[in-house]
């Protein structure tokens, strides 16, 4: 088969799940099918700086539209079309949805991440809400012959606000980050890359701190975190620090309040290194978020040895329900409760800290590559 793959959104110049999904899905789907031939378009006024694919059966095709005005020519002319610029294919795959316009009798797979914009369109900006209505993702659910749904709740979302057929959508987990990385450090090597970081490296288990990771925006509830980490604070006999790490969202404008301004760290801009020392050096990770099509955080610090605490909040609890204390996302004394509750009864921590391990060992890359690649087989012969 001759295989067509979206990848515009590498050409974003930023790490954000998706890029995580697809970087990690194609590395390991072109690892185990050599016989396809795959044709990978991008799209970038300016950019440049894609990742190399090292294999015979890829080629890359890349077009120099100014990225806003080839959408709207795809989501409402229908040209340029896709499959004309990369020739004949049997099937294209979009990894991330966004405007297309290929033949209607092309086979059309797509991955849905989340319907964020729609279910809780308060967290996104006036601009966000028009730009996402303007690409016409209900028509791109429609139009797709299957639909790779990241999660149930994902599956569940597009069933209810899109009413697309259940026998039309497909969830395939994706694998976990951590998981896909070549090796962990460990020990003093960890501590040298957190060291730059602001004397991070933990030494001893006092040392260890609560971590967030992630963007800081609205959805992500780190206002709640805030006020449970301040009701913590004053019960706690250790007194463990808050780091706050990740990248600009919107709205980033933190309230802390001033009992607690000296026990709170935040980082940002941290390289893929850093990162993972932050989750290795780390006493528990908390993820509050209101709203996620996936979770690829909580799998992140489970794999690095960190137990989670985590909002019971749409797929964060179907991914995390095995490993992680899951609270109420309003609630900040639950919140501090659980925090608290680790930090007191150790055996619950290490159980924690070991389920946390298992699950994240059993979401791979390769169980998620076979499955895309059984349903571009079966999909693409049988259409």
């Given at each position: 088969?001759?295989?067509?793959?979206?990848?515009?959104?590498?050409?974003?110049?930023?790490?954000?799940?998706?890029?995580?999904?697809?970087?990690?899905?194609?590395?390991?789907?072109?690892k185990?099918?050599?016989?396809?031939?795959?044709?990978?378009?991008?799209?970038?006024?300016?950019?440049?700086g894609?990742p190399?694919?090292?294999?015979?059966?890829?080629?890359?095709?890349?077009?120099?539209?100014?990225?806003?005005?080839?959408?709207?020519?795809?989501?409402?002319?229908?040209?340029?079309?896709?499959?004309?610029?990369?020739?004949?294919?049997?099937?294209?795959?979009?990894?991330?949805?966004?405007a297309?316009?290929?033949?209607?009798?092309?086979?059309?797979?797509?991955?849905?991440?989340?319907?964020s914009?729609?279910?809780?369109?308060?967290f996104?900006?006036?601009?966000?809400?028009?730009?996402?209505?303007?690409?016409?993702?209900?028509?791109?659910?429609?139009?797709?012959?299957?639909?790779?749904?990241?999660?149930?709740?994902?599956?569940?979302?597009?069933?209810?606000?899109?009413?697309?057929?259940?026998?039309?959508?497909?969830?395939?987990?994706?694998?976990s980050?951590v998981?896909?990385?070549?090796?962990?450090?460990?020990?003093?090597?960890?501590?040298?890359?957190?060291?730059?970081?602001?004397?991070?490296?933990?030494r001893?288990?006092?040392?260890?701190?609560?971590?967030?990771?992630?963007?800081?925006?609205p959805?992500?509830?780190?206002?709640?975190?805030?006020?449970?980490?301040?009701?913590?604070?004053?019960?706690?006999?250790?007194?463990?620090?808050l780091?706050?790490?990740?990248s600009?969202?919107?709205?980033?404008?933190?309230?802390?309040?001033?009992?607690?301004?000296?026990?709170?760290?935040?980082?940002?801009?941290?390289?893929?290194?850093?990162?993972?020392?932050?989750?290795?050096?780390?006493?528990?990770?908390i993820?509050?978020?209101?709203y996620?099509?996936?979770?690829?955080?909580?799998?992140?610090?489970?794999?690095?040895?960190a137990p989670?605490?985590?909002?019971?909040?749409?797929?964060?609890?179907?991914?995390?329900?095995?490993?992680?204390?899951?609270?109420?996302?309003?609630?900040?004394?639950?919140?501090?409760?659980?925090?608290?509750?680790?930090e007191?009864?150790?055996?619950?921590?290490?159980?924690?800290?070991?389920?946390?391990?298992?699950?994240?060992?059993?979401?791979?890359?390769?169980?998620?590559a076979?499955?895309?690649?059984?349903?571009?087989?079966?999909?693409?012969?049988?259409?």
């Open positions: 088969m001759r295989i067509g793959i979206d990848i515009r959104a590498l050409m974003e110049g930023r790490t954000t799940g998706v890029q995580v999904y697809i970087l990690n899905l194609l590395a390991e789907l072109f185990i099918d050599p016989k396809n031939h795959y044709v990978l378009f991008a799209n970038s006024f300016r950019r440049t894609l190399k694919f090292d294999a015979l059966n890829i080629e890359v095709k890349i077009t120099r539209y100014p990225n806003k005005i080839f959408n709207f020519l795809q989501r409402f002319f229908g040209w340029p079309r896709i499959d004309k610029l990369i020739g004949p294919i049997d099937l294209f795959f979009s990894p991330h949805w966004r297309l316009a290929i033949d209607k009798n092309t086979p059309l797979v797509v991955t849905f991440h989340d319907l914009f729609e279910t809780v369109p308060e996104y900006t006036l601009w966000k809400r028009v730009w996402h209505w303007l690409m016409g993702y209900r028509q791109v659910a429609r139009h797709a012959d299957r639909i790779i749904a990241v999660s149930e709740n994902t599956k569940k979302d597009l069933v209810d606000l899109y009413q697309i057929p259940d026998s039309k959508i497909k969830v395939i987990y994706p694998g980050p998981i896909a990385t070549p090796h962990l450090m460990r020990g003093k090597q960890s501590r040298e890359i957190a060291a730059p970081l602001g004397g991070l490296e933990a001893n288990d006092n040392d260890r701190y609560f971590l967030y990771f992630g963007t800081f925006e959805r992500k509830n780190l206002g709640v975190l805030l006020m449970a980490y301040e009701q913590y604070h004053k019960i706690s006999q250790k007194k463990r620090r780091v706050l790490a990740g600009r969202g919107w709205k980033t404008r933190l309230e802390i309040p001033q009992p607690i301004v000296s026990q709170i760290l935040i980082r940002q801009n941290v390289s893929e290194a850093e990162k993972i020392s932050l989750y290795q050096n780390a006493y528990c990770f993820f509050p978020s209101f996620e099509g996936f979770g690829f955080p909580i799998l992140e610090a489970a794999s690095a040895g989670v605490i985590a909002s019971f909040a749409t797929s964060v609890a179907e991914i995390g329900h095995d490993f992680a204390v899951l609270v109420n996302p309003f609630r900040p004394q639950q919140l501090a409760r659980a925090m608290l509750e680790l007191t009864n150790p055996e619950y921590y290490n159980h924690l800290k070991t389920r946390g391990l298992a699950t994240a060992g059993e979401f791979t890359w390769a169980k998620t076979h499955k895309v690649l059984e349903l571009f087989t079966q999909y693409a012969y049988r259409h």
